[in-house]
């Protein structure tokens, strides 16, 4: 059964950074990429980037260009995201999906139980 | 601002068919497949549609999608107090070279 388990809540002051896991169990970890979208309070899903854990290559949306690292440690089937110069417009639910890894593919079809991570001074 | 559009709310009776719309352009909906998620407060979205009309093992049949050139549809007949939620179409976009999410449509059973 597939499971796609995250760390837990975090708590940030603007400028610091997050890093937040996402632990795979279930299914062969290297055939699909792991994905990373956000949701913030009141607004809708938003794609963050993409990792692929046979190569650790990764994409990124422009917008999280810079202040977003995915990588993944291929000995505990867990990829992690760290987002740094966190504004309060940053707040939000952080979720892992994955997808089969092919180019193109936008079908999520496990996710994560999501993250919270909170900005605030 | 969402790439792919769609009504920020509907509303259903019990039993009634209802449409979600997504409109796009021809660098997105018009030239990829188009996934629909159904997603609950403080759960994880869940996958309802994927490649324009099909329904994962799971999803009932009261869930159906379609794609016409740059727009994509998600009817739910048979509504059902537990449908209440908010909905998301999603496909993948060339210019952009990831996925786009429209902005979500909150759908209430009245």
């Known amino acids: 059964q597939v499971h796609l388990v995250q760390s837990g809540a975090e708590v940030k002051k603007p400028g610091a950074s997050v890093k937040v896991s996402c632990k795979a169990s279930?299914?062969?970890?290297?055939?699909?990429?792991m994905h990373w979208v956000r949701q913030a309070p009141g607004q809708g899903l938003e794609w963050m980037g993409k990792?692929?854990?046979?190569?650790?290559?990764?994409s990124y949306a422009q917008k999280f260009q810079g202040r977003v690292t995915m990588t993944r440690d291929t000995s505990t089937s867990t990829v992690y995201m760290e987002l740094s110069s966190l504004r309060s417009e940053d707040t939000a639910v952080y979720y892992c999906?994955?997808?089969?890894?092919?180019?193109?593919?936008?079908?999520?079809?496990?996710w994560g139980q999501g993250t919270l991570v909170s900005v605030s001074s | 601002q969402s790439v792919l559009t769609q009504a920020p709310s509907t509303s259903g009776t019990p039993g009634q068919r209802v449409t979600i719309s997504c409109s796009g352009s021809?660098?997105?909906?018009?030239?990829?497949?188009v996934y629909w998620y159904q997603h609950l407060p403080g759960t994880a979205p869940k996958l309802l549609i994927y490649?324009?009309?099909q329904r994962p093992s799971g999803v009932p049949d009261r869930f159906s999608g379609s794609r016409s050139g740059t727009s994509a549809s998600l009817a739910i007949s048979g509504l059902r107090s537990e449908d209440e939620a908010d909905y998301y179409c999603?496909?993948?976009?060339?210019?952009?070279?990831?996925?786009?999410f429209g902005g979500g449509t909150k759908l209430t059973v009245l």
């Open positions: 490649r324009n009309n």
């Open positions: 999603a496909t993948w976009d060339d210019s952009l070279r990831g996925p786009v």
């Open positions: 990792i692929n854990p046979r190569g650790g290559t990764t």
């Open positions: 999906a994955r997808t089969i890894a092919v180019s193109g593919n936008v079908e999520f079809d496990y």
């Open positions: 021809s660098s997105n909906i018009g030239d990829n497949y």
């Open positions: 279930g299914y062969t970890f290297n055939i699909f990429y």
